[in-house]
């Protein structure tokens, strides 16, 4: 699944940086509910008098693993005009225990009838049910014996109104005509709200289904259709072939009346893209992307994709960012649909890589699966990792890598807190599953794994992980099959055949191999205990390093944001070191396993540059002068590091500076430099860690101070913002850049820049919205606009008669920078209620409210009054949540604002949410502002001052 925190921070970069600054998701932990005793409610053939209530024969949340499903044939019938579906599923069970009782999932299902439909034999059976546990109970009078049977259970339901299982969305035709539609959302555990099933990860099956229609729409689902059979009073049955042995997190099918179109691949996959008929024409990008990715994957793995289709549909009502149902990928419209005259590179970047994200899941997680979801990241960590490894090989003219530094950084922000987990945690209940998915699943996930690539050479990763997918295929894995898979890869049959030891890369004898052989040839290598210390313990170390002439000493500790250092002392990392110094710019390496080490350099240095390119997941110190030789090379010559070096720097130095490590005064004396810097991440990152200076300001009403930090950034950035033409020139890079800036000196009103605006708003209105602007100044342009009331209701007119989701983020995003209160709240309310605007889109406009100045505590006042109503749409600990409970105040900075959200949040009961990891986060986080700001807005005052403006 591709997170909707993923999606508009990657896609819509400009608008993450200013609105949605400081982001993130933590996992919160909700304890399960105790076992009560329970009285059933019990459907069957049999009248039951009241007082037999049986007790429920199972008190785990997990299933009994003595009953396996082999097989599911599912028939629905949805009804489009009721809003509620029926079915009859038929699962072929294997039965390794005798048992009377068979446990699987179901939740807000009425269970018609539960039959076994045995040779010879139909038993009616009693169902008991247990909400809590989502599970129901198939109890028989008799005995059920060892061996394969076939349970037929029908079932009835209304057709969800949340974002997830069989829910129903709709959308609106040119004309204005609303047409409804109904589709699938079964990641984590809704595949439970559609079917009577086993709903684990690691209970594969095969499935065949059939879905009931009416002839004005049609069917997509994992499989491609058979056949279709007239029904009496004109509906039709589509039968699809049997799937591929899966999960049933990975079902899918939708009912709709979208068009498609179709490309086939290299490898002879039939590649289909769907949308709503008025907007088919924006799938062309998509199409071209999927056939090329696909080929690449299928290339890259060495292992062919197993379906013969693969369907990629751009749903108008989704909540996450993507989903990567087998065979039937699912999409927000504005992670598929490119307008060429419309998009932004931002947005083709960001549809590029979501489809690539879920392509590599085709793979990673369709084909090898996690056991459970306590090791999601071995799905989502590798997912994201690969939409950058591929996108760089098969899009190189999108520069994606220049942003993947940004995704580190982003997911340290959530594991520099202790309210942070390892990578791989213990998770049961359902919410508990729902918040895996997020920054440490996902972000630090592929981080570490791009670390892990480092150390052992592209080639050897590449090798481990065809081997860990050749080996697992179809099948479920922990973290120790992966570690096992790339560990000794110069000792495997994949080597053998491979050409690793044909070019040497193995070695042979002492002469022979690369750099890098040694690790691999080496039987010292346990990458299994190098990784669990960067995957069972949560955090990440702080190296200190001390250079006293040709010696360095190092030392790590967990670096931790807050004053609890009984978190920091037991933790230890075996930290793949990477150097380069004045002298030589060859990467050196070393693998600390050890608190303290000491290296000795050839020859006495200027400076040395620790975690190269910042490939590694761990934030370096500089002591005994090292700090300053690095600061007065970035103003001498900032060239003599990469930029992801600088980038690195900049986030280092900041983030020392909040735990005490640097005083604030040296670390603004590192951003002077920035006034020279003109690639996209060091002038990005320089933003990230500036902006949110005044943002703790200006919620303590400083104005003085404010203004003047804000005249220092807008100073150091005037020469680049100045350079910038209005034009649609450059590499993608250069043009997500020219976004960023020109966005940025519009808010902070830099006259030649509003001017500009304001003109082209003005031209464009007069056009009646038909004169094309250059996308890369679109936001800006409709920012400047939606400041006065009668530019903002232009806009929505815009907004509610676009056809291209492009345009429509664009203007939504405008809209609720607005500094009209009065639209913000109308918005806000709108939102909710889903008719003239999305409550798909809520989240990211309750954050961009909260990041304008006229907006936060409105943000705030609405997500605390409709709590409940929130929760219940979004569903407690889905990433949409997390993100609105964290997003809404993590600029907070008062005492004040620390206790009216520790009240409120404090206040819940455990079924609405008081105990998710959002909140201790959002907590954690107010009081590290409140602790930030009071320690260091004198410095920075006093630093401002004696700059006098500059
Ligand atoms: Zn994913």
Redesign the pocket.
């Known amino acids: 699944?591709?997170?909707l925190v993923d999606q508009v921070q990657t896609e819509r970069t400009a608008v993450n940086l200013f609105f949605l600054n400081m982001l993130g998701l933590r996992l919160c932990l909700i304890l399960c509910c105790p076992l009560i005793p329970v009285a059933c409610r019990v459907h069957s053939a049999k009248e039951e008098p009241l007082a037999s209530k049986p007790p429920f024969p199972w008190n785990k949340m997990r299933l009994p693993e003595t009953v396996k499903p082999l097989h599911y044939d599912l028939f629905i019938h949805p009804n489009l005009t009721y809003l509620n579906f029926t079915g009859i599923v038929q699962i072929q069970i294997d039965v390794q225990e005798e048992t009377r009782a068979i446990i699987l999932h179901s939740k807000d299902l009425h269970i018609i009838r539960a039959t076994f439909l045995s040779p010879g034999h139909q038993r009616n059976l009693n169902v008991l049910d247990f909400p809590a546990f989502e599970q129901i109970a198939v109890v028989s009078d008799d005995l059920i014996s060892r061996g394969v049977h076939v349970l037929s259970i029908e079932f009835s339901a209304n057709l969800s109104e949340s974002f997830h299982g069989f829910y129903k969305g709709s959308y609106k035709t040119k004309d204005g005509e609303t047409r409804v539609m109904a589709s699938t959302q079964f990641e984590p555990t809704h595949a439970r709200q559609a079917f009577p099933c086993f709903d684990e990860p690691a209970f594969k099956a095969n499935f065949t289904i059939c879905v009931r229609r009416e002839p004005r729409h049609i069917v997509v689902s994992n499989m491609p259709k058979l056949k279709t059979v007239e029904q009496p009073r004109g509906l039709l049955d589509d039968y699809f072939d049997t799937s591929v042995k899966m999960s049933t997190y990975l079902v899918a099918y939708i009912v709709c009346d979208f068009l498609s179109i179709r490309k086939t691949t290299q490898h002879g996959v039939e590649i289909s893209v769907y949308a709503v008929p008025d907007k088919i024409g924006q799938a062309e990008y998509a199409l071209d992307t999927a056939v090329k990715l696909l080929d690449f994957y299928d290339d890259y793995f060495n292992i062919p994709y197993p379906l013969p289709k693969q369907d990629l549909a751009a749903i108008p009502d989704f909540q996450s960012g993507?989903m990567?149902n087998w065979g039937l990928t699912t999409y927000r419209e504005s992670g598929l649909l490119f307008d060429p005259e419309k998009s932004s590179p931002s947005d083709k970047m960001g549809i590029t890589k979501v489809i690539a994200?879920?392509l590599a899941?085709q793979w990673f997680?369709n084909l090898v699966t996690m056991q459970w979801w306590n090791d999601l990241w071995l799905?989502?960590g590798f997912?994201?990792f690969m939409e950058f490894m591929s996108v760089d090989i098969t899009h190189p003219e999108l520069q994606v890598n220049d942003n993947f530094l940004g995704k580190c950084f982003q997911a340290m922000e959530v594991d520099a807190l202790s309210s942070s987990h390892p990578i791989s945690t213990p998770v049961e209940n359902p919410a508990e599953i729902r918040e895996m998915f997020d920054d440490v699943s996902?972000r630090k996930g592929a981080c570490v794994l791009n670390m892990l690539r480092d150390f052992l050479t592209p080639e050897g990763f590449k090798i481990g992980i065809i081997r860990y997918l050749r080996q697992h295929s179809y099948q479920n894995t922990v973290n120790a099959h992966l570690w096992e898979s790339l560990s000794s890869v110069c000792h495997s049959d994949d080597a053998d055949q491979g050409r690793m030891k044909l070019d040497g890369f193995c070695g042979g004898g002492k002469n022979g191999g690369t750099e890098h052989s040694k690790w691999f040839m080496q039987d010292e290598l346990d990458v299994k205990a190098i990784m669990d210390t960067w995957t069972l313990q949560e955090g990440f170390p702080m190296i200190t390093v001390e250079v006293k002439g040709r010696e360095v000493r190092l030392s790590q500790q967990r670096y931790l944001k807050g004053e609890d250092p009984d978190k920091m002392s037991s933790f230890l990392w075996q930290v793949p070191l990477t150097h380069i110094t004045s002298h030589s710019s060859t990467v050196q390496r070393f693998l600390l396993k050890t608190k303290r080490d000491v290296l000795y350099l050839p020859e006495e240095v200027e400076w040395i540059k620790f975690n190269v390119d910042m490939r590694g997941y761990y934030i370096v110190h500089y002591e005994a002068g090292g700090w300053d030789a690095l600061i007065r090379l970035l103003q001498r010559n900032h060239t003599a590091l990469s930029s992801n070096d600088r980038a690195s720097l900049i986030n280092n130095i900041f983030q020392l500076v909040s735990i005490g490590k640097v005083p604030l005064d040296k670390a603004l004396e590192l951003t002077l430099y920035l006034s020279q810097e003109q690639e996209v991440m060091p002038v990005t990152q320089g933003f990230s860690e500036l902006v949110p200076l005044y943002k703790l300001m200006e919620k303590r009403d400083m104005e003085q101070l404010e203004n003047t930090m804000k005249g220092y950034i807008l100073n150091l950035f005037r020469g680049l913002i100045d350079r910038q033409d209005w034009s649609d020139e450059g590499t993608v890079s250069q043009r997500i850049l020219r976004n960023y800036l020109l966005l940025f000196a519009c808010i902070r009103r830099h006259p030649p820049v509003v001017t500009k605006a304001q003109q082209l708003f003005q031209q464009w209105t007069e056009s009646n919205g038909t004169m094309r602007l250059p996308s890369d100044v679109t936001l800006v342009v409709y920012t400047e606009g939606a400041r006065s009331e009668s530019g903002w209701d232009f806009l929505l007119q815009k907004y509610l008669l676009s056809m291209s989701p492009s345009e429509r983020s664009n203007i939504k995003a405008a809209l609720a920078y607005s500094p009209v209160v009065d639209k913000l709240q109308w918005m806000l309310e709108k939102s909710l209620e889903g008719e003239v605007l999305k409550t798909q889109d809520l989240t990211s406009l309750l954050v961009t409210v909260s990041r304008n100045p006229k907006g936060f505590k409105l943000a705030w006042n609405f997500t605390r009054a409709h709590w409940y109503k929130l929760v219940s749409k979004f569903d407690l600990g889905s990433s949409a949540i997390s993100r609105m409970v964290v997003g809404v105040t993590d600029q907070y900075s008062t005492q004040e604002m620390l206790e009216e959200v520790r009240k409120f949040f404090g206040s819940l009961p455990t079924e609405a949410g008081s105990e998710l990891r959002s909140i201790q986060r959002a907590l954690e986080t107010i009081e590290e502002n409140i602790r930030w700001t009071d320690r260091n807005l004198p410095l920075l005052k006093t630093w401002l001052d004696s700059r006098h403006g500059i």
Do not use: F
Request: charged share 35%; aromatic share 8%.
């Open positions: 699944m591709r997170n993507a990567e994200h879920e899941h997680g799905n989502e997912a994201k996902y």
